[in-house]
């Protein structure tokens, strides 16, 4: 936890309200997402009891298990998932747009693509599992399922996965989605509980968020969100329901069922549609769109594999596929701080609590400075920027601009609060800097060693010559009967 984080803490302790720990919103909320609530059997990793799922916050799809340890039941209740997701994913793969590149051939990209939005953390690794336990599963051979339950399992183990992904707003959990904005006045374990952490962030008339919050513990006003339920509803609701099915399997038994999970799930289903509301109403980071143009090109990638019929995602990772994994969501943290900090003045300011950026006013410009003789004569800029910050970076340390994208300075002098910079990168072409490429006199300015430079990929061997050290060249998938045999769990 930052300094600053944990000053907006106590201040929300102090006012009674949650604290905006951000002046943008870091993360894209879809115009049309599908909402995602799992609720699982208790004692079972991955059993599903039922779940409310849909895009119109006013017509939510409640499907059920009756009796989840029934194997045809669960995976009755997978195929009508799939009859919801699947049809709101194929929305998005028709529309697309061509992009060029600078290298290479254009290729096609889908001009959307679709947003999951869940409770909380739970309910996404309820959705891995969720999609491990289905993506194997055939139409014919030993126990056969719907032909939509195994593509589901996939998009399913897709959309898990790409949570992953620091910076991708394709699986959202809303209780992490509205911590990274907020800071309330309770510990980070009650923030998981979404009806307390919107009780500090959107409190009801009259009431402060703390008391707000104290009523979110009551299961009775608002049960958990999901995937688990609460003991006291397992017991003395839930457990007679599906016993009474158990003895007899009527639809009787089984709206007696359902109405017991609806109202485990409509306070969350509308918990779920204020935590959008809340978060659409911040402003977009200015770079927000780079990273759902990413989370665009992966979905499209995806499709592509299921249309060409690729095999379903491996139980587990080779050697290979690993590191590649591991080296790219290292990379995609570093370029999603940087990104935050650089879209942010209030992210931005704790690293200048820690030296790593500082801000302040420019006392002085020589735009027309250079360097070197004849032919190898450069434009060098320098300016220099009186600061308050405390700066720990060394003399010759590159820094950018989050105001001057391709900016680039070296830090030549620091001396008495004043900082002076070259500038290297960022000027134009021509002999002297283009409008606006060299801040001026009075002007005020932030400058970071933190930067969102391109990083290519490890280099690493193809998975063919894995070396036997890290278990040799993984096998090729080919589908067996041994599929249908894989546990909820």
Request: charged share 25%; proline share 9%; with cysteine.
């Amino acid at each position: 936890m930052s300094a600053l984080t944990a000053l907006a803490q106590l201040r929300a302790v102090r006012d009674g309200s949650a604290q905006r720990i951000t002046t943008v919103r870091h993360c894209h909320i879809a115009p049309r997402p599908l909402v995602f609530i799992p609720l699982k059997l208790a004692g079972e990793a991955a059993a599903p009891l039922g779940a409310m799922v849909g895009t119109d916050p006013h017509y939510p799809r409640l499907l059920v298990v009756p009796q989840p340890r029934n194997r045809d039941l669960r995976f009755a209740f997978a195929a009508d998932l799939a009859e919801v997701f699947l049809p709101y994913i194929e929305g998005f793969e028709k529309t697309t747009e061509t992009v060029e590149r600078k290298t290479g051939d254009p290729y096609e990209r889908c001009l959307d693509a679709p947003q999951i939005l869940v409770p909380n953390r739970s309910a996404v690794s309820f959705t891995g599992m969720l999609g491990r336990s289905t993506r194997f599963r055939r139409a014919d051979g030993p126990y056969p399922v719907h032909p939509s339950v195994p593509l589901l399992g996939r998009w399913l183990t897709y959309f898990a996965d790409r949570s992953q992904q620091p910076g991708s707003s394709l699986l959202l959990a809303a209780t992490e989605a509205l911590g990274l904005h907020w800071a309330t006045g309770q510990s980070g374990l009650e923030d998981a509980n979404l009806a307390a952490l919107l009780g500090w962030i959107a409190p009801p008339a009259g009431m402060s968020g703390r008391r707000a919050a104290e009523e979110a513990e009551d299961p009775l006003l608002w049960p958990p969100a999901g995937p688990a339920t609460d003991p006291g509803f397992d017991n003395e609701v839930l457990g007679p329901a599906v016993r009474a099915y158990e003895e007899a399997p009527t639809e009787r038994a089984v709206e007696r069922v359902t109405q017991a999970l609806r109202t485990q799930l409509e306070p969350t289903w509308k918990l779920m549609w204020r935590a959008v509301e809340e978060l659409r109403a911040l402003p977009e980071g200015a770079r927000v769109k780079d990273r759902w143009e990413i989370d665009r090109g992966s979905f499209t990638r995806f499709v592509e594999r299921i249309t060409e019929g690729g095999p379903p995602q491996a139980r587990r990772d080779g050697a290979v596929g690993a590191a590649a994994r591991l080296a790219g969501l290292e990379r995609a943290r570093a370029s999603y701080d940087v990104q935050r900090a650089h879209d942010d003045p209030l992210v931005m300011a704790e690293y200048r609590l820690t030296g790593e950026a500082f801000a302040g006013t420019v006392t002085a410009a020589d735009p027309e400075h250079t360097e070197g003789e004849g032919r190898s004569r450069k434009l060098r800029p320098l300016i220099t920027v009186e600061t308050d910050d405390p700066v720990r970076l060394a003399l010759g340390t590159t820094v950018g601009s989050p105001d001057r994208r391709g900016h680039a300075a070296e830090i030549v002098e620091i001396a008495d609060g004043e900082i002076t910079l070259k500038i290297t990168k960022g000027m134009g072409r021509g002999k002297t800097p283009a409008p606006g490429a060299v801040p001026e006199p009075g002007e005020r300015v932030t400058y970071t060693s933190l930067t969102d430079d391109f990083q290519s990929s490890a280099s690493l061997p193809d998975p063919e010559q894995t070396p036997w050290t890290h278990g040799g060249p993984p096998e090729e998938y080919v589908p067996s009967d041994d599929d249908a045999q894989e546990e909820w769990s």
